[in-house]
């Protein structure tokens, strides 16, 4: 930290994702003036480079405006490529997706109604190599992995394939009309495929399954 207390993020490059062009370059005037770190912002990430190819220390992807389906997608299709510290911006505390979001790559989450001042803290900690995620919502982490482990064991080869390629489906962020269509059933039938499935999953919601099938059937 220099004299003036300012955190010192000379040298480190953060790239800042998000739709909107003034919030981006609000975020990135502020670090510049209170980290000096250098700062390049992108407002729609279906027009990233190569994320392999950039020169990147710390990515923020303000996720404000996607739903849990959308983020898992976007991380699942690029994790291979990930080699810098990305963190979630204006995340909603309601999600709950901390757990598969760590297990893709996710290092930290800056959450709706944080204050900016956290950012050049929290930029600091992912660049070092450290994590910046709340310890209750580590330690909540560590429970429903330790639940996972448990449900798997008992739930394993319990599922129907019907059962298995639904919940696939519900974890790619797919409608019950929409995996109708793909299996040319009837929304009944996927109904009747998910009561069956959540019973043997302990699941008592969609997003419930959709971890569950994420951490099992993958």
């Known amino acids: ?11 480190i490059k953060v790239s800042i994702i998000g739709s909107l062009s003034l919030k981006q370059s609000l975020v990135s005037y502020f670090l510049r003036e209170n980290g000096e770190c250098e700062c390049v912002t992108w407002e729609d990430i279906s027009t990233l480079p190569d994320l392999s190819s950039q020169d990147i220390d710390v990515v923020l992807w303000d996720v404000h405006a996607l739903s849990p389906p959308e983020i898992i997608r976007w991380l699942k299709r690029y994790e291979n490529d990930i080699n810098f510290a990305l963190a979630l911006l204006d995340i909603s505390p309601k999600f709950g997706m901390e757990p598969m979001a760590l297990r893709l790559k996710v290092r930290g989450f800056f959450y709706e109604g944080d204050p900016i001042t956290l950012l050049p803290k929290g930029i600091s900690q992912l660049h070092k190599g450290h994590l910046w995620v709340p310890r209750e919502v580590l330690e909540k982490c560590l429970m429903e992995e330790t639940d996972e ?5 008992k739930s394993n080869n ?15 962020g797919y409608r019950n009309t929409d995996i109708a269509d793909i299996l040319q059933v009837s929304t009944n039938t996927v109904k009747a495929h998910l009561y069956q499935a959540y019973k043997k999953i302990n699941a008592n919601s969609r997003w419930q399954a959709a971890k569950w099938a994420e951490s099992n059937l993958i």
């Open 158 to 172: 319990s599922l129907t394939m019907r059962q298995e390629e639904v919940l696939r489906l519900i974890l790619e």
């Open 1 to 11: 930290m220099s004299a003036e207390g300012k955190i010192d993020l000379k040298g």
């Open 149 to 153: 482990e448990a449900l798997y064991a």
